[in-house]
Nanobody, 124 residues
Framework: QQQLVESGGGLVQAGDSLRLDCAAS????????MGWFRQAPGKAREFVAT????????KYADSVKGRFTISRDNAKNTVYLEMSDLKLEDTAVYYC?????????????????WGQGTQVTVSS
């Protein structure tokens, strides 16, 4: 069992930066691939970024590539999402997810655990 708790969301202006944290419980964090997804009102949940269990491999949605950076600190059981040059369309609830094993996935139907989400609102 693993619990994920996101934090760092808030209200920002377009062009601002924000960092989301996802803290994981348990001692096996380094054995899990991690991912960030988001869901805007009235839309399906979509992939944002993912990172392998060692942190050596990452993948991003085209919409955030070059603006968002995913990273992890296995000693702190935490995965991060650094977001810069935020746009109105980045407004969503952001969720982190974990899956046991070395590989990451961009679909949302394979992850073992999900956090409760944190709201990011970008205003003009």
């Amino acid at each position: 069992q693993q619990q994920l708790v996101e934090s760092g969301g808030g209200l920002v202006q377009a062009g601002d930066s924000l960092r989301l944290d996802c803290a994981a419980s348990g001692r096996a964090f380094s054995s899990y691939a991690m991912g960030w997804f988001r869901q805007a009102p009235g839309k399906a949940r979509e992939f944002v970024a993912t990172i392998s269990w060692t942190g050596s491999s990452t993948k991003y949605a085209d919409s955030v590539k070059g603006r968002f950076t995913i990273s992890r600190d296995n000693a702190k059981n935490t995965v991060y999402l650094e977001m810069s040059d935020l746009k109105l369309e980045d407004t969503a609830v952001y969720y982190c997810a974990s899956r046991g094993g070395p590989h990451y996935y961009t679909t949302d139907d394979v992850w073992d655990y999900w956090g409760q989400g944190t709201q990011v609102t970008v205003s003009s």
